[in-house]
């Protein structure tokens, strides 16, 4: 029964990834990770699912250790993270508007990947799995990417779209997880639970 599980805390800042969570019915607490730092560099060669997962590690573990700062009951905590991933380089979210430019220009006409890790810790315990989808992008025209940057989506986004958003304008088709592409992917997500006696909704 629900009301005997723990709380399920979210170690992010995204709202999207506690929408993703609402649709299955779990209302996650936010838990802020202010006074930890998850250090977002890429390691050398390593590979957008290592990197993913890795990240997602260090975001769970840091809300661990948040909660237990704050004195917040025990329970579960989510950690995630998204990336995109085309011509061997990790795209993640653009730092201004000529380095948005630059990443649709890249997605223009051709098909990429989307990889979101995802992990949830019990403070003994962390395990994580990861979700990578195909995005295939229309050619887009100068103006098009102009019209996109001036929406204000880019700036959050990993690979400077939303999926969710208008970019979806742009998207001929998707192969693999749409959730993941937003940045959570509920099926691996409902696994992960279930692997610490959760049920996939409340
Ligand atoms: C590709 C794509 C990414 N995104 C988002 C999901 C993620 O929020 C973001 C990638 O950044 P992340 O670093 O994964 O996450 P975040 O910084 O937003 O949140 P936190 O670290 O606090 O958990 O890009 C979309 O919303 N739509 C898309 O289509």
């Keep these: 029964m629900v009301n005997q599980l723990a709380p ?32 977002e560099t890429p390691l050398a060669r390593e590979a957008p699912r290592d990197y993913v ?12 250790r948040r909660r237990e700062a704050l004195a917040l009951p025990p329970g579960l905590v ?13 795209l993640g979210k653009p730092r201004d508007a000529d380095e948005a430019r630059h990443m649709l220009r890249r997605l223009s006409g051709r098909m990429h990947e989307v990889h979101t890790g995802v992990a949830l810790t019990d403070g003994t315990r962390t395990q994580a799995a990861a ?23 880019p700036w959050d986004k990993a690979g400077a ?20 592409i937003v940045g959570l992917p509920l099926y691996e997500t409902a696994r992960l639970l279930s692997v610490f006696g959760y049920p996939p909704f409340p």
């Design 8 to 39: 399920l805390y979210l170690a992010s800042q995204s709202p999207r990834r506690r929408e993703l969570l609402a649709q299955l019915g779990w209302d996650a607490r936010v838990i802020p990770l202010e006074g930890e730092w998850v250090d």
């Design 53 to 64: 997962l890795r990240l997602a590690r260090a975001k769970a573990e840091a809300g661990w």
């Design 78 to 90: 989510l950690g995630a993270d998204t990336t995109v991933s085309i011509d061997g380089l990790i």
């Design 131 to 153: 979700s990578t989808s195909r995005v295939w992008f229309t050619a887009l025209a100068g103006e098009d990417i102009e019209r996109y940057l001036a929406t204000g989506e």
């Design 161 to 180: 779209y939303a999926y969710q958003g208008r970019a979806a304008a742009f998207i001929e088709r998707i192969e693999g997880s749409a959730s993941g």
